[in-house]
């Protein structure tokens, strides 16, 4: 069972910036750089990673599933493992996935998006008709093409 924090109510800008303090830093905020330095200071899988929020806040099971997708990296990978072209697309993908849901005020379930096959019956990848291969990380289930996205060698 997830157990999600709540909400929270600040009665100040005080207790506002306590509340946010362990958060890390907006995905939307991050540059290319910053996210490269803190993908290199974590050895858990690269999924994992991005939705901790104490270490960037804003990305859920989906969106993390959807940008990993869009930069065709693994999500199992060793977040410090990824390599400069890595980090640029990545970063790029996050962008982009992130500007797309907030417009549409979700993530949109189209079907040229993972998030729109990933719950179909026999999921296939909207990219290249491969099937979607899941798997629970830290009780979420994670999707992934193992055409597009393959594991590291």
Known sequence: M??????????????????LEPLGPDALDLSRDD?????SHHRGRLKTTLTDQSVIAG????????????ARINPLRPARDLDAAEITGLHRATRRVLRDSVKA??????KTWLTGARDTPGPTCPRCGTPLESRRLSGRRTVWCPTCQPAAL
């Open 2 to 19: 997830r157990k999600l924090q709540g909400v929270h109510l600040a009665t100040d800008l005080q207790e506002a910036d306590e509340t």
């Open 35 to 39: 996210l490269a330095t803190t993908l």
């Open 59 to 70: 990305l859920g099971n989906l969106l993390a599933d959807e940008i990993c997708w869009r």
């Open 105 to 110: 005020e979700r993530v949109p379930p189209r």
